[in-house]
């Protein structure tokens, strides 16, 4: 997507913990949302945050600052099965979601 | 069964050939999306639909149409399929913008 940014590719090993960030612009923004996709599968629903701070949901985390236009998704604790891409989605003007091409997280042994 | 179901979910086909790719959900959500996700350049939208009577363009349109032809489904067509359209395909539903969209397994689409 041309307004999102987010690394191309991260590589981590298994128990440690990893962000990756994402950047988008702030025109028109409402919520930021993170997905996880395997690979040849559907993307499923991480996170969406709308107001700054961090939320955290188990293993996972997601912060946001909107005047910086600016996130990132937090993983504790990473497992072998977290290999995947994240998906970083700005939510804009209630009529569409604009998505980033994805950072491709290899968690190693 | 999967609450949204994409058919077929994979498809060869050659240059010229016209294809429908259907989708259909049992999530009772208005809004529905059709996205192709291509290596490094992530999902883009081909087209969304509020509701029956909504049909409305995404960014890459050109080459595609839809029709909505109930709350519960959401076809996509390629009337003369060229070779660079050959992506995976999503069909996505949500009940409003800001909630979550909920994905397909996906077409894998091929075009020789």
Known sequence: GQNIDQPTEMTATEGAIVQINCTYQTSGFNGLFWYQQHAGEAPTFLSYNVLDGLEEKGRFSSFLSRSKGYSYLLLKELQMKDSASYLCADHTGGFKTIFGAGTRLFVKA | ?112
């Open chain 2, 1 to 112: 069964d999967a609450d949204v179901t994409q058919t077929p979910r994979n498809r060869i086909t050659k240059t010229g050939k016209r294809i429908m790719l259907e989708c259909s959900q049992t999530k009772g959500h208005d809004r529905m999306y059709w996205y192709r996700q291509d290596p490094g350049l992530g999902l883009r939208l081909i087209y969304y639909s509020f509701d029956v009577k909504d049909i409305n363009k995404g960014e890459i349109s050109d080459g595609y149409s839809v029709s909505r032809q109930a709350q519960a489904k959401f076809s996509l067509s390629l009337e003369s399929a060229i070779p660079n359209q050959t992506a995976l395909y999503f069909c996505a539903t949500s009940p409003t913008g800001d909630q979550p969209q909920h994905f397909g397994d996906g077409t894998r689409l091929s075009i020789l």
